[in-house]
């Protein structure tokens, strides 16, 4: 089984329950798919033992072939390639990779070299597997390293993916052929805007999903009032509490300083494992 837990913004605690929830349930592998700002390592200190990194492809012109017909450029949805008077310029940066520019160039005077944008580590943190990705400073593109992340999910395992925050391409590709999604969010306004933008994407997607909500005891009851009216399932609340902030703060898992916790935690894998099976079986 594959499960995201993703969150319409940063600081929502979706990090925390992620490796919370890999900690607490057996044969978990945890896959942190934040490649701009991984730091589930910061809690999980895994042995790593496997590092590679990865590329894209991008265009490199042999200028001898080239006979500046503009139509790379013309091709090109992410304007990665200008043709000028004299020249061709490439924007490596903005190179998606799709290979068009190559495949449309009758002189063939385009081939593809392997631009490096990050790495994969893969460790061992006590029972849990872990696998992350570490995009390289500068790098705006995380979605083809987020690919190769996933692409170490072990099909014998339940896979905890913890999502890039907010709603765009980062988060789908993390959260994409997810069997269940976990949003992760908190009581206040710019978390219950964040919120329905999540939801409406994870509907479009149409994964399953139910929300955990973080510092739930502060006073606004948004998040609440807008599962009910929506029908989505509250699967966990999690107290404001300065103990668990200052665990936080300090790298220590919640479910290693307090025992109960890790039942709660085994209690949120029990309601998705049931959610899912319904779903499977209503399909």
């Known amino acids: 089984m594959i499960l995201s837990i993703a969150s319409g913004k940063g600081g929502t605690g979706k990090t925390t329950v992620a490796l919370n929830l890999a900690i ?3 044969n978990a592998q945890y896959l942190d798919c934040d490649v701009e700002a991984p730091n589930g390592h910061l809690f999980l200190s895994p042995e790593i033992t496997t590092s590679y990194p990865v590329g894209v492809p991008v265009p490199e ?3 001898e072939k080239c006979n500046l017909c503009g139509t790379c450029a013309k091709v090109c949805e992410y304007n990665a390639i200008a043709v ?3 020249s061709v310029l490439v924007f490596p940066e903005l190179c998606h990779g799709c290979g068009a520019c190559s495949y449309f160039c009758k002189q063939e005077a385009i081939k593809e070299v392997n631009r490096i944008i990050g790495q994969v580590q893969i460790g061992q943190a006590g029972t849990t597997e872990f696998v992350h990705g570490k995009l390289n400073v500068g790098e705006a ?3 083809p390293l987020i690919k190769t992340v996933k692409s170490e999910i072990h099909n014998g395992k339940t896979a905890i993916i913890d999502a890039p925050p907010g709603t765009s391409c980062p988060m789908v590709t993390a959260v994409s052929n997810s069997d269940y999604s976990i949003l992760v969010t908190e009581p206040t306004p710019f978390g219950f805007n964040d919120l329905t933008l999540a939801v409406e994407v994870i509907r479009n997607m149409k994964i399953p999903f139910g929300v955990v909500i973080n510092k739930a005891d502060i006073a606004d009851e948004c998040i609440e009032r807008y599962c009910e009216k ?3 399932p509250v699967l966990m609340r999690i107290p404001f509490s300065r ?3 200052e665990l936080y703060s300090q ?4 479910v290693t300083a307090k025992q109960h916790y890790r039942q709660k935690f085994i209690e949120l894998y029990e ?5 899912v099976h319904e779903t499977t079986n209503n399909n």
């Open 251 to 254: 790298g220590i898992p919640l």
């Open 230 to 232: 929506e029908n989505i």
């Open 243 to 245: 103990e668990i902030a």
């Open 61 to 63: 012109i042999d200028e």
């Open 271 to 275: 309601k998705v494992k049931e959610q």
């Open 24 to 26: 607490s349930i057996d």
């Open 84 to 86: 000028l008077p004299s």
């Open 141 to 143: 593109m995380g979605p």
